[in-house]
């Protein structure tokens, strides 16, 4: 099965789901990296969005880009050899 990556605007999870997590890491299987490199105390969650780095299998990556809450900016299939 392919993997995939690319970047994705999401929100940050609230604190009962999960305080400065993707609301996609919550939502959906992968992993997801603050792509800002700040540290969490420095995340803004108003507006409530920001942009993460993620890898994923292709069947989540479809989900994610069908649900309205999130916009994948770029996507790409992760070379075999990288994987």
């Known amino acids: 099965m392919a993997k995939w990556r690319g970047e994705i605007i999401t ?11 993707s609301q996609a890491s919550i939502d959906y299987a992968g992993t997801f990296d603050d792509v800002t490199v700040q540290p969490n ?11 993460f780095y993620f890898e994923c299998e292709a ?10 809450s999130y916009y994948v900016e770029w996507a790409e299939p992760i070379p075999e050899e990288v994987v």
């Open 59 to 68: 069947a989540v990556l479809d989900a994610i880009e069908a649900d309205v």
């Open 41 to 51: 105390a420095n995340l803004i969650t108003a507006p409530n969005a920001s942009t």
């Open 11 to 21: 929100a940050i999870g609230t604190k009962s789901t999960g305080a400065y997590k």
